[in-house]
């Protein structure tokens, strides 16, 4: 049994699980910020003025980025996991090609974001 974890080398597909279940979690924590923040922009106009003037801050635009980046990785992926869920693409061979598609999918998408975002 190999317990150095420095020398593990784990598939394409276990990699894009684990990140799943990562963006997942950062998720759960954006969403309760960006509640907040669409609270706040409809309570008044000063609250939305607030919001605004947040989302000129070039932190708060990497924030938003990262959220909705983690958002679409999720989605791409979790598309792929429904699909597995469903019986298609179980053996190895399937489960690599969809991991590397969901992959190219979620960059697709991480680029589009950062276009509309930046641009």
Known sequence: ?????GTIRLPVTSYVSILHRISGVFMFFAVA????????SLSS???YLFVVEIFNNLLAQIIIFSALSALAYHISTGIRHLVMDFGFAEDFRAG???ALIALLVAFFLIVLIAAWIYV
């Open 1 to 5: 049994m190999n317990l150095d974890l």
């Open 33 to 40: 910020v960006l509640i907040w923040l669409f609270d706040m």
């Open 45 to 47: 106009e000063e609250g």
């Open 96 to 98: 690599r090609i969809s």
